[in-house]
């Protein structure tokens, strides 16, 4: 009977020691309670928790990669998209994350898809599109001050893929040909512009020689005869045969 007692207080003692005795990785941190009071935070290595007495909520450091479900967002010109992102954070403060808020991995979660519609709807279609480095950094920031008071640091936000219907990738696409016209178009006046400066300086300054205009009127015979052609239709300038017809006249006279 003796031995059957100290039997059963050998399990006690080692079921007890077993226990108290936690051994905690370098990234976790106990939390640990005396009497439902906050005591201490401890780790990481072997710490002791008396039992009945304290308590102890382990606590992981370790930045945490947590995907946002894809939600519903009306942009500010009224176009509805699905837009998913990651948010990338880690526990700074254990016992801030244990003793103010409860189960703060789901409430970080929550925290970023209402903020994610919030940030988002404030937007029109082509700023989330081609601004998406600044949104990240707005969301981050807003997510990083509201989580400070449970002890959480939001290091990175980043918006994975947003997702458009058929009749508006369609619409975009109309829109984006259109603007590539309207440069085109642009690019195009803006060369006539330069062409039509340009040769209004070469008339100037050929207007001063008369000279100059018969030798560029000869290059430009040249030019067309090197096509091998074989039949050239040109205009006789007046001012080569002007001498002639004015020597006709005094002969005539």
Request: charged letters at 25%; glycine letters at 4%; zero cysteines.
């Amino acid at each position: 009977m003796v031995s059957y007692f100290m039997g059963l207080l050998v399990a006690a003692v080692v079921l007890l020691l077993m226990y108290a005795i936690r051994i905690l990785r370098e990234y976790e941190r106990a939390v640990v309670f005396f009497l439902g009071r906050f005591q201490a935070v401890k780790g990481p290595g072997l710490i002791i928790i008396i039992p009945i007495i304290q308590t102890m909520e382990r606590v992981d450091l370790r930045t945490v990669v947590m995907d946002v479900p894809t939600q519903d967002v009306i942009s500010k010109d009224n176009v509805s998209v699905k837009v998913n992102a990651v948010v990338y954070y880690r526990v700074v403060n254990p016992q801030s994350a244990i003793i103010n808020v409860e189960h703060y991995h789901e409430a970080v979660s929550q925290l970023s898809q209402t903020t994610l519609r919030s940030v988002l709807g404030k937007h029109e279609l082509d700023e989330m599109l081609s601004e998406r480095d600044k949104l990240n950094v707005d969301i981050q920031k807003i997510l990083d001050e509201q989580t400070d008071a449970w002890g959480v640091k939001v290091t990175n936000v980043e918006i994975k893929h947003i997702d458009l219907d058929e009749s508006m990738i369609r619409a975009i696409a109309k829109q984006a040909e259109a603007e590539r016209s309207r440069r085109a178009k642009v690019i195009h006046a803006e060369g006539e512009a330069q062409a039509a400066v340009k040769l209004t300086e070469a008339a100037d300054q050929l207007s001063k020689n008369p000279n100059a205009i018969t030798l560029r009127y000869m290059q430009t015979l040249i030019d067309i005869a090197g096509e091998k052609n074989s039949t050239i239709v040109f205009p006789l300038p007046l001012d080569l045969i002007q001498p002639l017809m004015k020597q006709m006249a005094a002969e005539k006279s």
